[in-house]
């Protein structure tokens, strides 16, 4: 199936349907390989992931997987990054902002998730709400964070070309996004297509197709660089990641739709593609370092 709109990215307008979940369709640019949701919901709402969560198994997966990934990512901004000053947009309860601080930066959340935010602003300067109506000053920041943010932006060039603007001279921009070439989510793709559409629930839980903030993008390593280059960046630096560890896997496991008596299985299949993906160097998340350029 075909679909004719301009991509977001390069401008192709002949796009090749990627998969199809219910009302949503993604679709696959035929000329640089963007992967983007068409078309995009007419009104985005605003709503509230976090309620739903248990937030003590999700504190405690952020602590076993992400605070460590965090603090390797914080290592490599303060080696790029000429001043203290950061923003972390979506910043979530806060963890990143925990220990950017601890780093020696002076760090700023932006979050528009009620309960979230709560949590964040006990500890750290946050303000509640989205980057369009945040009301912060050009050139104020010396560093910005998007940490699984950027595939949910309906307009991403907009969106950088905003971030741009915030970032003083040679200022440094950190991002993680899926890796949609990675394992995992290549697995996904091929039990939809080899069951003729019927199984789908891998892909709703890649790209969130159940929560509020759903997945608008699927970058890959390629996609996502000339993405940047494309709205005033240098790429500095760039690693793949998975998504989670085997000693996470089963806090990891209580955010996926499986029914408990299936989940030994599930949970087998994901240590092995964990361990295929590093031995191929098939990661599903890309991690970016960018400086704005003059």
């Known amino acids: 199936m075909q679909s004719f709109f301009p991509c977001a990215l390069c401008g192709e307008r002949d796009h090749r349907l990627f998969f199809a979940v219910r009302e949503e369709r993604f679709w696959r640019c035929a000329g640089c390989g963007l992967i983007q949701m068409h078309p995009l919901p007419e009104n985005l709402p605003v709503g509230e992931d976090y309620a739903g969560f248990d937030l003590e198994t999700y504190q405690k997966f952020l602590a076993m997987f992400r605070i460590p990934q965090y603090e390797r990512d914080a290592a490599s901004?303060?080696?790029?990054?000429?001043?203290?000053?950061?923003?972390?947009?979506?910043?979530?309860?806060?963890?990143?902002?925990?220990?950017?601080?601890?780093?020696?930066?002076?760090?700023?959340?932006?979050?528009?998730?009620?309960?979230?935010?709560?949590?964040?602003?006990?500890?750290?300067?946050?303000?509640?709400?989205?980057?369009?109506?945040?009301?912060?000053?050009?050139?104020?920041?010396?560093?910005?964070?998007?940490?699984?943010?950027?595939?949910?932006?309906?307009?991403?060039?907009?969106?950088?070309?905003?971030?741009?603007?915030?970032?003083?001279?040679?200022?440094?921009?950190?991002?993680?996004?899926?890796?949609?070439?990675?394992?995992?989510?290549?697995?996904?793709?091929?039990?939809?297509?080899?069951?003729?559409?019927?199984?789908?629930?891998?892909?709703?839980?890649?790209?969130?197709?159940?929560?509020?903030?759903?997945?608008?993008?699927?970058?890959?390593?390629?996609?996502?660089?000339?993405?940047?280059?494309?709205?005033?960046f240098e790429v500095v630096g760039l690693r793949l990641e998975n998504s989670y560890s085997a000693p996470s896997l089963h806090l990891r496991m209580d955010y996926l739709p499986v029914p408990r008596l299936a989940r030994k299985i599930v949970a087998v299949g994901l240590s092995a593609v964990l361990v295929l993906a590093k031995a191929f160097h098939l990661e599903d998340e890309v991690v970016l370092l960018a400086r704005k350029t003059s």
Request: hydrophobic fraction near 45%; proline fraction near 5%.
């Open 77 to 232: 901004i303060l080696e790029r990054a000429k001043g203290k000053r950061l923003l972390d947009i979506g910043c979530g309860t806060g963890e990143f902002l925990t220990v950017a601080e601890r780093s020696g930066f002076r760090p700023v959340g932006l979050e528009p998730s009620k309960t979230a935010f709560a949590i964040a602003r006990k500890a750290h300067p946050v303000l509640r709400g989205e980057l369009a109506t945040a009301g912060f000053e050009a050139d104020s920041f010396d560093v910005v964070t998007l940490w699984s943010v950027l595939e949910h932006v309906p307009e991403p060039s907009a969106f950088l070309r905003r971030i741009r603007d915030l970032l003083r001279q040679n200022g440094i921009l950190a991002l993680r996004v899926p890796e949609v070439r990675g394992l995992l989510p290549s697995l996904a793709v091929g039990l939809y297509r080899l069951s003729f559409g019927r199984i789908v629930a891998p892909l709703r839980v890649l790209y969130q197709l159940d929560w509020h903030y759903k997945h608008f993008y699927g970058f890959d390593r390629w996609t996502i660089r000339r993405l940047l280059e494309s709205n005033g």
